[in-house]
């Protein structure tokens, strides 16, 4: 027994060793990177930092930050900026992966108790005379007075002091799975917290940075986004109220109206129920939730092409405001009016091609058309090009993949790739198939 005893002592002796070791390592070479960067950093910003931290539960990194950029009269503090892996022996392998461009499994990166004074150029005391406005912009800023823009002065008259905030972001690689996770964490202290998590479909394994960077487009497979007010929404209620010369309650029903006539003239059209969950979350100060399951992934450049309502219908997607479901989430869009309002010019759609067989020399060629086939019918067809005419008028022209379960899966081709749609056969009004 004491033989064993002293095994594991030496062992545990010889653990703290290389822990030791390796954080020594880590350290020193943090330090040299760091210093670098502040010297390269100089013409554009003077940096102070108060140490370096390496964690043995696997998180290196700068603490105690001062940023003073040259450009603007402001002054950033960092409480700390960390790099974190599961363990320090990982976080070794990440930093030796790092160095030769490969991607580790899984990093995050959190800088806590980062703080803007709310006043100097970085957020602005005022909105810039030269600044042109778009549709867009400042749409939280609607019915509240003569405020036409939240910045600084605005901040501190609904009781301000300054800018405090925490973020995390981190990413997990299945290489086995081709899956890529995405997380990000961030909060605003008496303002908003944020949590969000996205699961991408990658085409296949990534081994390195440039690897991942040059497959194609990853796809959406699922999406979780949650919004809590933290108490921004209370004080500007209270300060655009008083801003206006209303209650509450109207400063809120003019301030949705306002908003949706904003939207609604540059292409985008909520629905009531959306717009009385907009509603509920402003004046409850409570919760917004969003998720998506999208039947398949999804190239999200692809949702473009789609109605409002059958875009929905592709992610899967949900929403709850203070815990409540969001029954109604009709809404409508259009594409070439959004464009524009956002300065892009909308892309040019990409006609399906249907191929046919090359002309031959005595050989009669037999025209394929399209033929009204009963959507019962349609698991007979699978592997054929099809028109399906839903009962909201929307017509699907693509593959017929599968017929399950009262489930109609059409493989749809655009300009950004391919993208499988679900329909449910009582929502199909008529079908033809080319054959």
């Not at 822990?19 to 943090?30: C, I, Q, R």
């Not at 493989?411 to 499988?420: A, C, D, R, W």
């Amino acid at each position: 027994m004491r033989k064993l005893m002293k095994i594991v002592v030496a062992l545990l002796i010889v653990l703290i060793l290389i822990a030791g070791g390796v954080g020594g390592y880590l350290w020193y070479d943090t330090k040299q990177h760091v210093d670098q960067f502040i010297a390269i950093a100089k013409p554009f910003a003077e940096i102070s930092y108060g140490g370096i931290e390496v964690s043995p539960a696997g998180s290196l990194g700068v603490s105690r930050l001062r940023i003073v950029p040259n450009t603007v009269n402001d002054v950033v503090t960092i409480g700390a900026i960390r790099l974190h892996a599961p363990n320090i022996l990982a976080l070794l392998e990440t930093r030796w992966k790092l160095g030769r461009g490969e991607l580790p499994g899984a990093l995050s990166l959190s800088v806590r108790e980062f703080e803007f004074p709310l006043y100097g150029g970085i957020l602005g005391a005022s909105l810039p005379s030269s600044r042109q406005s778009k549709p867009f912009d400042d749409l939280d800023a609607l019915g509240c007075g003569q405020v036409a823009h939240f910045a600084g002065t605005e901040w501190q008259e609904m009781g301000y002091d300054q800018f405090i905030g925490n973020v995390e972001i981190g990413y997990r690689l299945d290489t086995a799975r081709n899956t890529l996770a995405f997380q990000v964490d961030s909060n605003t202290r008496d303002w908003a917290t944020m949590n969000m998590d996205m699961g991408f479909a990658i085409p296949g394994s990534a081994r390195s940075i440039m690897e991942l960077a040059a497959q194609a487009k990853p796809k959406l497979a699922s999406l979780n986004i949650t919004i809590q007010d933290d108490g921004f929404n209370q004080r500007r209620n209270n300060y655009c109220a008083a801003k206006a010369g209303k209650t509450i309650d109207d400063y809120l029903a003019d301030h949705v109206r306002r908003l949706t006539e904003r939207l609604s003239a540059n292409g985008i059209n909520p629905g009531p129920g959306l717009i009385a969950a907009y509603r509920r979350f402003l004046s409850g100060g409570g919760r917004i939730t969003l998720t998506a399951t999208p039947p398949a992934p999804i190239d999200p450049s692809e949702l473009q092409y789609y109605s409002a309502e059958d875009a929905i219908k592709l992610l899967g997607l949900k929403i709850q405001v203070n815990g409540e479901a969001v029954a109604d989430l009709s809404a409508s869009w259009d594409s070439a009016k959004v464009a524009r309002a956002l300065g892009a010019e909308p892309a040019p759609e990409k006609p399906v091609e249907e191929a046919t067989p090359a002309p031959a020399e005595q050989v009669v060629m037999i025209q394929k058309s399209y033929h009204s086939t009963p959507v019962d019918e349609l698991a007979q067809h699978v592997g054929k090009i099809a028109k399906l005419r839903t009962v909201t008028g929307a017509t699907f022209k693509g593959q017929l993949e599968a017929v399950i379960e009262g489930i109609v899966k059409i493989k749809i081709h655009k300009s950004g790739g391919n993208v499988t749609l679900s329909l449910r056969t009582n929502e199909i009004n008529s079908a033809q198939v080319l054959y």
